[in-house]
């Protein structure tokens, strides 16, 4: 600690006498100045040890040698621990598989959405909402991912997110919703890793399905890997670069009466991805975004089964979504009301569905039996984590956080032709709701980040 009110020797000083009472001759100017250094230090020693001597709560505060300072310390080691996200890998052997990819779904939180529901976000403070802030915490976090490929959703600030991801060596595409809405999908993938093949949108508009949007790219892994990718240790190992890969962002509709809405985006979603997978040669497909349906609902089976009977289910809770009818548009939390969602039930009397929910649902009328050809897995599903972060069935309790609804509606899906090696696990439901809502000083978005690496099932014999 340096001694602000000690005073060294000045340099013009006299010379002092020698051992022997005469006056040092130039030769020993050194050794002078030694013991000039000597003194000095012989003072700031002094000065600390008596600082050490003050009384006790700045002596603590100073040296941190306090049980109180100590106790502070472990309760904020503890709650950094609590805060992080750990990854799970899978148990089977792995190192087998030379091609890898680690995917990140990520609803962002739009800037504008987040100024329209000031409700939704009552007890998080003003700061954490500032888009600038947010956006670097979204950017830091997902460096620390060493993602390989990115699908957000809800980005109405595309131009900031493209300018921060370029200088981190992604390339991007964005689609804006159609309609009022400024928000929309965005895809980034590793300019050094992949090479973009293919991109179309789905404008849903032209089908009758609202105004979402949803995007499909075709990427091919490069040849090399850089000696960049191979210092960050992005997840990407290099043998066959002829390996290509469909990959799907959406953002499905809110509204949770519209069942027949949702059915019908994803619906058509699977649809061109699979047209695509097939077209490139049957290469594997990705399927990543905000669903917003709970694990338990009828949406979710039917990505889970190929099939769905829409008969069975009641238009409006086709995404599981429970409306509080005393509080009109609050939804509650889905492992709270896991036991009062049936899972494909058949019932006596089916439900009704007008031939305009029918068309809507399943693209034609009088249609009940809904159908796709991807054979796809969750990511999460496919690697056990722990009771304290995943449900009954293996999904993420929590995938989204505010104020009036916390549950999961974000999934990574893949095809048969991929294998998860490891997910990151997400939080748990107490150290959640100890933030008293999402964006916190940690996490920039009132979702969490859905992150899981990815194998080539073929090891590359694929050409």
Known sequence: MTNWNHKPPRENSPPTLGSKGKR?????????????????????????????????????????????????????????????????????????????????????????????????YSKVPPNFLEWDQRKMLIREEINIYSASILCLQEVDHFSDLDELFQTDGFKGVYKARTGEARDGCALFWKDNLFTLLHQENIEFRNFGLRDNVAQLCVLKMKHAQSDTDKRTHTSVTPSNRNQSIVVGNIHVLFNPNRGDIKLGQVRLFLENAYKLSQAWGGIPVVIAGDLNSVPQSALYEFLSSSKLDIRLHDRRKVSGQLEIPSRGGVFKSHFDNAARIPMSISRPLPYRWSNEESRLAAGSEGISHLQHHLNLCSAYLGIPGSSKTRDASGEPLVTSYHSKFMGTVDYIWHSQELVPVRVLETLPVNVLRKTGGLPSEKWGSDHLALVCELAFANDGKRT
């Not at 503890?78 to 990520?106: G, I, Q």
């Open 24 to 120: 040092p001759s130039q030769l020993d100017h050194s050794r002078t100045e030694t013991k000039r250094r000597r003194l000095v230090s012989k003072s700031e020693t002094s000065t600390r040890m008596h600082y050490r001597s003050l009384g006790s709560s700045n002596r603590f505060e100073a040296f941190g040698s306090s049980s109180r300072t100590r106790r502070n310390k472990r309760i904020r080691k503890s709650s950094s621990a609590e805060c992080s996200r750990k990854w799970v890998f899978s148990s089977r052997d792995c190192l087998e598989y030379k091609d890898k990819v680690v995917v990140v779904s990520y609803n962002i939180l739009g800037v504008e959405n987040a100024s329209k529901h000031p409700d939704l």
